[in-house]
T-cell receptor
Framework: DAKTTQPPSMDCAEGRAANLPCNHS???????VYWYRQIHSQGPQYIIH???NNETNEMASLIITEDRKSSTLILPHATLRDTAVYYC????????????FGTGTSLTVIP | NAGVTQTPKFQVLKTGQSMTLQCAQD?????MSWYRQDPGMGLRLIHY???????DQGEVPNGYNVSRSTTEDFPLRLLSAAPSQTSVYFC????????????FGPGTRLTVL
C-alpha cells in the first residue's frame, strides 16, 4: 500500500503562497493523489486530486513530479481561514476507494 | 442534498455499554466508510462498504461491527464500549472508482468512561 510522508507543521504569512510537500515514493501507476484539509475537528474537506498531470481548481494547485514520487499542494494566496491540517492521501484498494490518512501537515497562516 | 449526516453529535457511554452510530447519505453513493480520529492523529479506517450487503475491514476494525442493508445507511455498532474507543468518528461516502471524491460527515464525538 502506498503511504505518504508530510512535514508535521508549517507556517505561512498571510497573502503569500503556501507550498505543502508530500512524499509518496511507493505509489502505483493507477493511484491518485488526493489532498484534504481539516479545520478544527470538522469533517475533512476535499481540496484537489490528480494522477500525473498538474491540476488547478478554485482552491489550490497540485504539482506532481514526473516520477510521481512526490507532490506539492499550493495555496496561492493564503488567508487566516486556510489554517488547518492538510492531508495528502494516496488511494489504495481494489475498488480504489480506501483512504489511508497520515498525520498531515498543520499549516498556520500568520497575520 | 443534505450530503452525509451523522447522529448523534456527542455521546457519553459507560464501559461495557453498546450503541450504534448512525450515518446516512442522500447522494446515491455506492461506497461508504467509517473512520476514527484520536487526538492529534490522522483518521484511521475502521470498516467500509462498496454497496448494500457488502462490507469489509479497514485498518482498525476490532470492537466494531457494521452492516449495509440499504444504499443510504451505514451504521457502526459498538457492542461493548471500552475507554480505548473514545474518539471522534467520521463517516464518508463516494461513488466507486479511483478518482471519486469522498465526502465526509460532521463527526460524532464519543467518550467512554
Amino acid at each position: 500500500d502506498a503511504k505518504t510522508t508530510q512535514p508535521p507543521s508549517m507556517d505561512c504569512a498571510e497573502g503569500r503562497a503556501a507550498n505543502l510537500p508530500c512524499n509518496h515514493s511507493t505509489i502505483s501507476g493507477n493511484e491518485y493523489v488526493y489532498w484534504y484539509r481539516q479545520i478544527h475537528s470538522q469533517g475533512p474537506q476535499y481540496i484537489i486530486h490528480g494522477l500525473k498531470n498538474n491540476e488547478t481548481n478554485e482552491m489550490a494547485s497540485l504539482i506532481i513530479t514526473e516520477d510521481r514520487k512526490s507532490s506539492t499542494l499550493i495555496l496561492p494566496h493564503a488567508t487566516l481561514r486556510d489554517t488547518a491540517v492538510y492531508y495528502c492521501i494516496v488511494r489504495v484498494g481494489n475498488t480504489g476507494n480506501q483512504f489511508y490518512f497520515g498525520t498531515g501537515t498543520s499549516l498556520t497562516v500568520i497575520p | 442534498n443534505a450530503g452525509v449526516t451523522q447522529t448523534p453529535k456527542f455521546q457519553v457511554l459507560k464501559t461495557g455499554q453498546s450503541m450504534t452510530l448512525q450515518c446516512a447519505q442522500d447522494m446515491n453513493h455506492e461506497y461508504m466508510s467509517w473512520y476514527r480520529q484520536d487526538p492529534g492523529m490522522g483518521l484511521r479506517l475502521i470498516h467500509y462498504s462498496v454497496g448494500a450487503g457488502i462490507t469489509d475491514q479497514g485498518e482498525v476494525p476490532n470492537g466494531y461491527n457494521v452492516s449495509r442493508s440499504t444504499t443510504e445507511d451505514f451504521p457502526l455498532r459498538l457492542l461493548s464500549a471500552a475507554p480505548s474507543q473514545t474518539s471522534v468518528y467520521f463517516c464518508a461516502s463516494s461513488y466507486i472508482g479511483g478518482r471519486q471524491t469522498q465526502y465526509f460527515g460532521p463527526g460524532t464525538r464519543l467518550t467512554v468512561l
